[in-house]
């Protein structure tokens, strides 16, 4: 299972949670002063892959300018 970390809303507070592939930090709440719904923070590793998948694709079309390139596949 991947491991997401979240900010409380409310106290700003930082922690970190095993959760299951998808999870959105909808059943959780702050450890710290219990608020529901924390922010899910992106991780590093998942925003490189997403820009590194952007920029190939990109790079692999010749024939639009379009940045995701759905319509010439
Ligand atoms: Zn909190």
Known sequence: MPIYE???RSCNHKF???CQLGETGKNLSCPKCGTEKPNR???AF???S???LRGSRGD???SCTSP???ACR
Do not use: H
Request: proline residues 0%; positive net charge; aromatic residues 4%.
């Open 6 to 8: 979240f900010r409380c």
């Open 16 to 18: 970190e949670k095993l």
């Open 41 to 43: 923070i992106m991780s």
């Open 46 to 48: 998942r925003a490189d």
């Open 50 to 52: 997403a820009d590194s």
């Open 60 to 62: 692999s079309c010749k």
């Open 68 to 70: 995701n390139c759905s």
